[in-house]
């Protein structure tokens, strides 16, 4: 494919990316992936106040993992005073990682904000990271853990006819395998998915896995090694199952709403929209929102900028209108 040119950065994000583009992963390969999980970022996770300045009672429970796999951790984080009585909905959190990095702290102050907001329980599954355990150990802690908060959703406040299935990257790749799990599984029904700058299509060969080569957070050479970690020598090619790449799926009909967001300067930009259009087409229900300049997790990186106000705002917006709150 020949080169394109590359659209631009938000400006107010441009600058951003100048100040932390030397400690983010671009073009990184295996060989970097044991220096990437000793990095510094997680350390700050462990001083995060999950509590949210004491809203939330928090908890770390190991729960049964897949048959025959070690246990999963769940972090779960209950307002100490629920905004009205009766059952919470529930957010169930997929941490972002490439599928090679991260625990269940990683992204979950996007969903304790929302969850302040609109009164609920968060739920943030820890999983197997790839290469070590490769697909489908990482969908299968995750639907593990799924499984786990649905049966006891009472025990923790929250509804397990109301839970959300979200996650930014990584994870909202996973939550989107999550979805389709449950509908062929015929396992809990998620009220809703909500995929951030989700991680779709281990073909990794849309043209803004071209364009964007080299630039921004997460290019394409970076995605080629996280499918890689998951998929090995499978990766792209002919036999890659759905719920390691949802993008894969032949069928998208049946699906519970989606919420799929992606910036214009990033290497999914194409999967993401892709996918929004086909659930549409198999008469599914979806709200797609592009944003102008972006790069992948900008809004996290760069959470004071314009553009991540209004990105987030689209994220409370719509979880409030998915919950009728």
Sequence with gaps: MSTMVPPPFDP???????????????????????????????????????????????EDRPVPGPEGAPEISLLICRPKEPVRPGPLPVLYHVHGGGMVVGNNRVGVDAPLAWARELGAVVVSVEYRLAPEHPHPAPVDDVWAGL??????????????????????????????????????????RPLGQMLLCPMLDDRNDTPSAHQMAGLGVWDRTANETGWTALLGERRGGADVSPYAAPARAKDLSGLPPAFLDVGSAETFRDEVVAYASRLWQAGGEA???????????????????????????????????????
């Design 12 to 58: 107010e994000l441009a600058a951003v990316l100048d100040v932390i583009k030397d400690v983010l992963p671009r073009e990184f390969t295996m060989d970097d992936i044991p220096a990437l999980r000793q990095g510094p970022g997680i350390e700050l996770l462990a001083q995060l106040d999950l509590t949210m300045d004491g809203t939330f009672e928090v």
């Design 147 to 188: 499984l786990w908060t649905a049966e006891n959703a009472k025990e923790i406040g929250g509804d397990p006819d109301r839970i959300v299935l979200t996650g930014s990257s990584a994870g909202g790749g996973l939550a989107a395998a999550l979805a389709l799990l449950a509908r062929d599984r015929g396992g809990p």
């Design 287 to 325: 709200e797609l929102h592009v944003w102008p300049g972006g790069f992948h997790g900008f809004d996290g990186f760069a959470p004071q900028a314009a553009l991540s106000q209004d990105c987030r705002g689209a994220h409370v917006r719509w979880l409030r209108r998915l919950l009728g709150e």
